[in-house]
């Protein structure tokens, strides 16, 4: 699937920026928000806006960035689905003389000249966040005894699932080796499908899991309807909690069916427009540019909903 908003030019007598872009997939609520913020943000910089949609497969996005390549985009900006496999494309790119700047997921790469830049959130601060934030779950819901965590993973080797697993253990690992234990744990590919289906099989295989830890809002929501269907409450039998911060986690988190989420911020086009230019104009910067996030509670969510921007 491939359209090219292209917009008007810059006007001044200056070329205007051609920006090939290489989306994952619209598998979530998050990635329906970065999408229009990334096509709303090239409009309004007025640059030429080639969009291609890789419906979560890496060979895709290889396409598109290689039809990028031969188009001759000045830029080349993609958000990975997965961290591995893409030194053969970008080294291609690297020949082209065309800078590639990653957005949202990073690479794995040998070469660190192979790309200019991250725009894109820590997963591993967010999986350490969502552990944080589980204990005052906890705490809340004054539980007592052995806390049987069920994991729905995100798509398999994408950054943010082994970066939110990993930070999420790892504060596990530190502080609640005797009294936290992940029972079971599955990919649902980031998408309410995914996380219905996974949960439904969870709930057969580990009918005590007490605690989700959801790797995204769209997975929770997914798993919530199984959780419902199995005749349990979601937030109340099964404590959850998860990642992103969509519109429609904030509606389950105010009715008391999520208990907290961690914040991840999808709105990253004029940030990433406004990096494309530098990098056109030959400017020197930052390796990896962050965004800033924040953490709710359940008690939050109603006052936070009118506010949320996704
Ligand atoms: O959390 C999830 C989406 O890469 C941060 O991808 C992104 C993740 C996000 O599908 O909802």
């Given at each position: 699937k491939t359209d090219d908003s292209s917009s008007g030019s810059s006007g001044g007598g200056k070329k205007t920026i051609t920006l090939g872009f290489s989306q994952v997939g619209s598998e979530s609520g998050w990635r329906s928000a970065n999408t229009t913020s990334v096509k709303d943000a090239a409009k309004a910089a007025g640059y030429n806006l080639k969009f291609s949609d890789a419906q979560q497969k890496q060979e895709n996005q290889i396409s598109a960035i290689r039809s990028y390549i031969a188009q001759k985009v000045d830029v080349i900006a993609f958000s990975p689905v997965?961290?591995?496999?893409?030194d053969a494309v970008l080294k291609e790119a690297k020949a082209a003389k065309i800078p590639v700047v990653l957005t949202d997921r990073s690479v794995e790469t040998s070469d660190d000249s192979l790309y200019v830049t991250l725009v894109g959130s820590d997963f591993t601060d967010e999986g350490r966040r969502a552990a944080r934030i589980l204990e005052k779950v906890l705490q809340k819901a004054g539980h007592k005894g052995a806390v049987k965590i069920a994991q729905l993973e995100?798509?398999?080797?994408a950054a943010p699932a082994i970066e939110r697993a990993k930070g999420f253990k790892e504060v596990m690992d530190a502080q609640h080796k005797d009294d936290w234990k992940i029972v079971v744990s599955q990919t649902g590919d980031f998408t309410r499908a995914g996380g219905k289906q996974v949960m439904a099989a969870f709930l057969q295989s580990?009918?005590?899991?007490?605690v989700l830890f959801a790797h995204n809002d769209d997975m929770a929501l997914g798993a919530i309807q199984s959780i419902e269907a199995a005749g349990k409450k979601p937030g109340k039998d099964i404590l959850i909690v998860s990642i992103d911060g969509v519109h429609d986690g904030f509606v389950a988190m105010s009715q008391?069916?999520?208990?907290?989420i961690v914040e991840c911020n999808p709105l990253l086009g004029p940030q990433l427009m406004e990096v494309v230019k530098q990098v056109h104009d030959g400017q020197k910067v930052e390796r990896w540019i962050k965004t800033k996030e924040g953490d709710y509670m359940q008690d939050q969510a109603a006052a936070a909903l009118p506010n949320r921007k996704y």
């Open positions: 997965v961290v591995t496999g893409w995100g798509t398999t080797g580990n009918p005590d899991v007490n008391g069916k999520i208990n907290a």
